[in-house]
């Protein structure tokens, strides 16, 4: 062979290497035999077999544009390349963040199960945040299967208490809080200054600014104390009492109301399911945020140093959580700030997404390993091949060829930086589980000390006012001498007390004992008149109701 065909055999031989037919046992051995011994005809015609076969899937339009990844090391699998070899990732490198983008049907669930079913053999916890759907509660069976245990923790059991310092600074605690509640209600900035005055009332009153209370006010605290303030601003004061109280009716008193709730230290410990379906917007945007808040300022409290990753926080369909939502003054969000520095605390970030556009421009580059599937619209293409540095060729490629399951990794960190394909196996999941099941798992947070406020148990964002009929006063017995006086006071009123002692056949005296009670019983009223040009004034008397009533239950006898 003359040297012109040597080197083109070689550089044939480069090619498809590049492409993975040489990434198999036999492949690298081929590889080794021929760097030894490059005149080996009989290892230079398994070779080429290889390359031909791979020129004919190039001229049949089959062969893909991208260089195989040379990912042969680390704990994870993520996959497997076009000829069957695995595709690895080191754990720690998660700690630099992963995104991935695809949309409805292209596989993002199952390589959710599939990457954390593998997370239940290492030492690390996980914390997935599922907004609507129930189906990451069937990776149970797996991690009890590993000997450990995963926490199904609907938003309606959660412990929560968006006040409570978790052993930070109370004033950073307090702004942070602040910032955070402002933002969901998307109150104005007078209701801010509220807000901000009653929770310093509050932490004074439990004593939470000594940093040794154990116990702190809650957003029913606040509530309450904004309701009591009356010489606050009407409009703002109005429109704190109807935004909050309508999040606290949405949240609860028994998710919410929790004086002592459970710390994001004490829950880093476990490996929990946090599922939203069923809450409201603000509800479900609110608590996974503040967790990670307080998760975030607690790790970077103690000290950003390079640990190994110690909780990988996974949110499905978490465009919501990560939307785009830009101050008016242009500046960066608190959680987009807190997110791109939290690598050396060892905590690990994967969003999962369906589309690039609205999610956080200013968080997508600090995830450093990028994946992405099937895309619906040439925004997200045109972005992710620009993050992902895809020449044209491999965009076009991408375009027809995606299938479901087949997704377009990228990886900052390492040896190998470039794009490549790799495909998902299918994930066999377990049976669903039932309501005693999750209820069982709920144990491992049940002995952490909590305290509930009883007297929120009830609680309803407008006061309730009990309308009662005022109690019926006695109705007094009556003689039958003062039913023969109303009788006659009834039958013809206005007369003199004469009149009546003729028509009664009552002395004087007898007659002014009775017209005495029955005026105190308010059944008779009398009134002083000249009915005379000479002489003193008569005495004329007025039946009332409570009278006429008592004739007509009380009829005379007839004779």
Wanted: glycine share 6%; proline share 6%.
């Amino acid at each position: 062979m003359n040297a012109e065909r040597y080197d083109q055999f070689f550089e044939r031989l480069e090619w498809a290497r590049t492409h993975g037919a040489l990434n198999d046992r036999l492949g690298r051995s081929l590889t080794r035999i021929l760097a030894a011994e490059p005149q080996d005809s009989l290892t230079r015609q398994l070779a080429e077999s290889r390359i031909r076969y791979l020129e004919r899937l190039q001229r049949s339009g089959r062969l893909s544009p991208f260089k195989m990844a040379i990912l042969l090391q680390g704990e994870l699998v993520l996959g497997q390349d076009v000829h069957g070899s695995p595709v690895h990732l080191m754990l720690d490198w998660l700690c630099s963040g992963l995104l991935t983008v695809a949309n409805t049907g292209s596989g993002k669930s199952n390589l959710v199960y599939w990457l954390a079913s593998q997370f239940a053999w290492f030492c690390c916890s996980t914390w997935l945040f599922e907004p609507y759907k129930l189906q990451l509660r069937l990776l149970l069976p797996i991690y009890q299967r590993a000997g450990k245990s995963l926490v199904i923790l609907p938003w309606q059991r959660w412990r929560w208490n968006l006040l409570q310092c978790n052993g930070c600074d109370p004033r950073q605690h307090a702004a942070t809080a602040l910032d955070l509640l402002v933002r969901t209600l998307d109150l104005p900035g007078r209701a801010a200054a509220i807000l901000r005055q009653g929770i310093y009332a509050l932490y004074t009153e439990f004593g939470v600014w000594h940093q040794d209370a154990v116990h702190c006010p809650t957003l029913f605290h606040l509530f309450e104390w904004v309701r009591t303030q009356k010489n606050l601003n009407a409009a703002s004061r109005d429109a704190i009492l109807d935004r909050l109280g309508a999040f606290l009716l949405a949240l609860t008193p028994a998710c919410g109301a929790w004086t002592r709730g459970w710390t994001p230290q004490d829950l880093a410990r476990c490996n929990i399911v946090f599922e939203m379906r069923g809450a409201s917007e603000s509800v479900r945007n609110l608590l996974p945020q503040s967790l990670l808040f307080n998760v975030f300022h607690h790790r970077i409290a103690q000290g950003l140093v390079n640990t190994p990753l110690e909780l990988f926080l996974i949110f499905d369909d978490g465009q919501r959580i990560f939307s785009e939502r830009m101050s008016t003054s242009g500046e960066i969000t608190p959680l987009d700030e807190l997110a791109g520095i939290i690598r050396g605390a060892g905590i690990g970030l994967w969003p999962i997404v369906q589309s690039t556009i609205a999610f956080s421009r200013r968080l997508r580059p600090n995830l450093v390993i990028r994946t992405f599937g099937r895309l619906g619209c040439h925004e997200d293409y045109a972005t992710l091949a620009a993050d992902c540095n895809l020449n044209p060729e491999q965009l076009d490629y991408i375009r027809q060829h995606l299938s479901p399951g087949t997704f377009v990794g990228q990886v900052g960190l390492g040896t190998h930086t470039e794009p490549f394909l790799f495909r998902v196996p299918l994930a066999k999941l377990p049976a669903g589980l039932t309501n005693a099941e999750v209820e069982q798992s709920l144990a491992p947070l049940h002995k952490l000390p909590t305290r509930f406020d009883d007297r929120f148990t009830h609680w309803q964002p407008h006061q309730v006012v009990e309308v009662q009929e005022p109690p019926k006063a006695e109705v007094p017995i009556l003689t039958e001498n003062e039913l023969r006086l109303l009788r006659a006071v009834v039958n013809k009123p206005g007369q003199s007390v004469s009149h009546y002692c003729r028509v009664t056949r009552l002395n004087g005296r007898r007659l002014a004992e009775i017209r005495k009670r029955l005026l105190n019983q308010g059944y008779i009223r009398e009134h002083a008149l000249a009915l005379r040009p000479r002489g003193r004034a008569s005495i004329v008397i007025e039946p009332l109701a409570p009278a006429i009533e008592a004739v007509r239950a009380n009829p005379e006898n007839p004779l």
